[in-house]
């Protein structure tokens, strides 16, 4: 796959590294945790045919910058990160599409800017008005057990760094081949990723634990949600319901698929995706910075 790579400024002087191919509408694409803009390796050629596709690196993973501390993680610097990026590359407007941690930012940055959007599309990530209250219940509880794991100091870094057939090639063993699981497992040895990857889940649970809530009006932006339905990690129940959040929103389950839908099924997550896009028609931008 030919990517060109670039770095963009984003919130409060922090570098983010991405890659892009294509030519048109603005496309950024969000991956999660562990991950790095790798995830949408195979969307990236088949989605640059009708848009500009950008893969960023979120703050703290592989190139971007990997500030210290719990604070930067929180979700208003992850959001006005992508805003920073929508205005450079996209000329303000844009479509976004997340994954996992990926996917909880869009969530929370179609919210804070739905002005900046021509679509959304969710894979795997829960509304962020829903999973506050299912991680307090059975049976979410019992499948999130690591993010309270997750909120120890150092342990979680030496688990998922000390060996090469642990916890990273675990996480991806069904969405990548071995040579992939390494790109992957290299990525997250990087000084301060695991540190920094680790610190999004610690900064949500401080917010939690002071009550930060997050208002949500009833979002007007074509949201497609794709799911696959064996993801051990979040249940399929996180997507009901959501029609009290969302007003234009489409659903697609796809069976036999984990938590990531995108790498495991990359052919019929491009059709739905293309599909989707296809019928949305984006608006003027501003000129955008040049890439």
């Not at 991956?31 to 960023?56: C, T």
């Not at 996480?171 to 081949?177: H, N, Y």
């Not at 129940?237 to 099924?265: C, M, S, W």
């Not at 052919?267 to 028609?281: D, P, Q, S, T, Y």
Request: net charge positive; hydrophobic share 40%; aromatic share 12%.
């Amino acid at each position: 796959m030919s990517v060109e790579s670039g770095y963009v400024d984003g919130s409060g002087g922090v570098k983010l590294h991405y890659v892009h191919q294509g030519a048109g509408p603005l496309l950024l694409l969000l991956h999660g945790f562990p991950d790095f803009w790798f995830s949408w390796r195979n969307q990236i050629p088949a989605l640059a045919k009708d848009h500009h596709v950008v893969a960023i690196d979120l703050r703290g993973y592989n190139e971007s910058d990997k500030p210290d501390g719990v604070e930067p993680y929180r979700m208003r610097h992850l959001c006005d990160d992508v805003d920073a990026v929508i205005d450079q590359l996209g000329g303000g407007r844009a479509t976004l599409v997340g994954h996992d941690w990926g996917g909880a930012v869009a969530w929370s940055y179609a919210y804070s800017h739905p002005e900046k959007l021509d679509a959304l599309v969710i894979l795997n990530a829960p509304h962020p008005a829903t999973f506050p209250r299912a991680i307090r219940r059975p049976p979410q509880l019992f499948r999130s057990w690591y993010v309270f794991f997750f909120q120890l100091p150092r342990v979680p870094e030496w688990a998922l760094t000390r060996s090469r057939a642990g916890a990273i090639a675990g996480v991806f063993k069904d969405a990548a081949r071995p040579d992939q699981v390494e790109v992957y497992r290299s990525r997250f040895l990087k000084p301060g990723v695991a540190t920094a990857a680790l610190n999004y889940y610690r900064a949500t649970m401080r917010g939690m634990r002071n009550g930060a809530r997050q208002p949500f009006h009833l979002l007007e932006v074509p949201t497609l949600l794709i799911w696959g339905e064996n993801d051990v990690a979040l249940g399929k129940e996180l997507t009901f319901g959501l029609d009290r959040y969302v007003k234009n929103l489409r659903i697609e389950y796809v069976p036999g698929a984990g938590h990531f839908v995108h790498q495991e099924q990359p052919a019929l997550v491009n059709g739905l995706l293309a599909e989707f896009l296809a019928k949305r028609k984006p608006k003027p931008a501003r000129r955008p910075a040049k890439a």
